[in-house]
């Protein structure tokens, strides 16, 4: 089964620019998970979708947006780029642990890392 | 909401020998699970451990190995006889037994001595 993608791996954009980053979860995930990890500050949450809602939402400011598609497949959206958003953006994909139970983990895919210049 | 917190930004391991990582947590929930993620150089993060807030008894999945104390909402990782390709980030990870989120402490970079 083939793992969580995700493109591009690698985006380096200006200060004020948007980007859209992509995400194709693991076949049968309907949860995908979306998180910042810079160095020092480990993984910070920004959202999660499940069958095209958004389910949990982190404190991010409003910059930061993302959808899900029918596939399950998710985008995520940054407006108005700073400085400080330069970092990997990680999708994780899992199945609903309401079935499937609260011990399963996320899968991880290679993220993508943005650099705002 | 819950903290995860790992206080050991880096630490070094002699090949072969065992080496600890430390990971504390805040909650007030009575169910919920615990975890290990390992994310080496430029590679995708993977599981390593899982323990279960309601089983007494602590995970192991062959070199690793976990010390879970509840009351001290505490939970270390122990690898023992250490390799090359264990190097790596590591991340102690928090879940509800409600919901989908995942918490995640800041991370331990082990570099594995030859």
């Known amino acids: 089964k083939a793992g969580v993608t995700q493109t591009p791996r690698y985006l380096i954009k200006t200060r004020g620019q948007q980007v859209t980053l992509s995400c194709s979860p693991i076949?049968?995930?309907?949860?995908v998970s979306w998180y910042q990890q810079t160095p020092g500050q480990g993984l910070q949450f920004l959202f999660e979708?499940?069958?095209?809602?958004?389910?949990n939402k982190g404190n991010f400011p409003g910059r930061f947006s993302g959808r899900q598609f029918s596939n399950s497949r998710s985008e995520m959206n940054v407006s108005t780029l700073e400085l400080g958003d330069s970092a990997l953006y990680l999708c994780a994909s899992s199945l609903d642990p309401r079935t499937s139970g609260y011990q399963e983990t996320q899968y991880f895919g290679p993220g993508t890392r943005l650099l705002v210049l | 909401a819950q903290t995860v917190t790992q206080s050991q930004p880096e630490m070094s391991v002699q090949e072969a020998e065992t080496v600890t990582l430390s990971c504390t947590y805040d909650t007030s929930e009575s169910d919920y699970y615990l975890f290990w993620y390992k994310q080496p150089p430029s590679r995708q993060m993977i599981l390593v451990i899982r323990?279960?807030?309601?089983?007494?008894q602590n995970a192991t999945e062959n070199r690793f190995s976990v010390n879970f104390q509840k009351a001290a909402k505490s939970f270390s990782l122990k690898i023992s006889d250490s390799q090359l390709g264990d190097a790596a980030m590591y991340f102690c990870?928090?879940?509800?037994?409600?919901?989908?989120?995942?918490?995640f402490g800041t991370g331990t970079s082990l570099t594995v001595i030859p």
């Open positions: 076949s049968g995930h309907r949860s």
């Open positions: 990870a928090y879940r509800s037994g409600t919901g989908n989120q995942f918490y």
């Open positions: 979708y499940f069958s095209e809602t958004q389910r």
């Open positions: 323990q279960e807030a309601y089983k007494q």
